[in-house]
């Protein structure tokens, strides 16, 4: 049996950058009131200055800061899910393991404190259950130590987190977001996993989201049976089939603590 990846017309040219992308952010709003005005009252809603007004009453001037807002982490400069420009190990008959990966550096984005991880987001080309209209899958969360950037990731750099086991509805250019928590040290990478799993008999299709805008750190293919047997970097997985980039959308929603 002949195992090959396919790829789908990719074209265009990559940039790059320095840390992730955040989409959202935290929230140091202070106090707002009910006019969406931050720490600031109408005239006509102050006291005239002879009414009188008991200590007890006063309320303290200090800004109370909000609680952190979540924030979404992701390497791409677009999200958006273009056609035809994705690739994945597959033959005629059955299916094939994959699996793709991206590495989040906290520290890029000046994030220095804890994190409460509460969902991760990929992007769907296609997606073509063999039957049903839904295909398994995996998301797997953890941390990473290995070196950031690397042509190839190390997996015994990896400490486990959090799994949960997904199914994937028949779709084409659109994402999915799965509830998963995991609690992120401070100066820690995350490390992302969405896993396709083999089947011996069924032909699932699925090809991740993806653009070519550019990333600012490579995202990561391992399929042993297209001899990726450690996580490649997409851009040595499509230089070797002759294609261009795919900067895979895959991001990771956390609340800072």
């Known amino acids: 049996m002949r195992w090959f990846l396919v790829s789908l017309a990719i074209a265009g040219c990559a940039s790059a950058g320095k840390g992730n992308s955040i989409i959202g952010g935290i ?57 035809n420009n994705s690739l994945a190990c597959r033959d005629t008959t059955t299916t094939p393991a994959n699996s793709y990966y991206r590495v ?51 997996l015994t750099k990896v400490t486990a987190i959090n799994s949960v086991a997904i ?27 969405l896993a396709l799993p083999a089947n011996a008999t069924l032909k699932h299709q699925f090809f991740i989201g993806s653009n070519d805008a550019g990333e600012h750190h490579p995202g990561y293919l391992r ?13 040595t997985v499509t230089s070797g089939v002759g294609s261009g980039p795919m900067h895979i959308l895959l991001g990771v929603t956390a609340t800072p603590q």
């Open 27 to 83: 929230d140091d709003a202070g106090v707002r009131n009910d006019d969406g005005n931050l720490g600031r009252v109408d005239a006509s809603e102050r006291p005239d200055a002879s009414e009188q007004v008991d200590a007890s009453e006063q309320v303290d001037a200090a800004v109370i800061d909000a609680p952190p807002r979540p924030i979404t982490l992701v390497q791409t400069t677009s999200t958006e899910v273009v056609d």
């Open 104 to 154: 989040f550096v906290p520290a890029d984005d000046g994030l220095t404190t804890p994190l409460h991880i509460t969902e991760v987001t990929f992007g769907i080309q296609d997606a073509i259950a063999a039957t049903g209209g839904t295909q398994p899958a995996t998301i797997k969360i953890g941390k990473y130590t290995g070196t950031i950037g690397a042509g190839t990731l190390d």
């Open 167 to 193: 199914v994937i509805a028949d779709a084409s250019l659109t994402e999915q977001t799965v509830p998963i928590t995991a609690e992120v040290p401070a100066a820690t990478n995350i490390i992302v996993e």
């Open 223 to 235: 399929a042993s049976t297209c001899a990726f047997s450690v996580p490649t970097s997409l851009a």
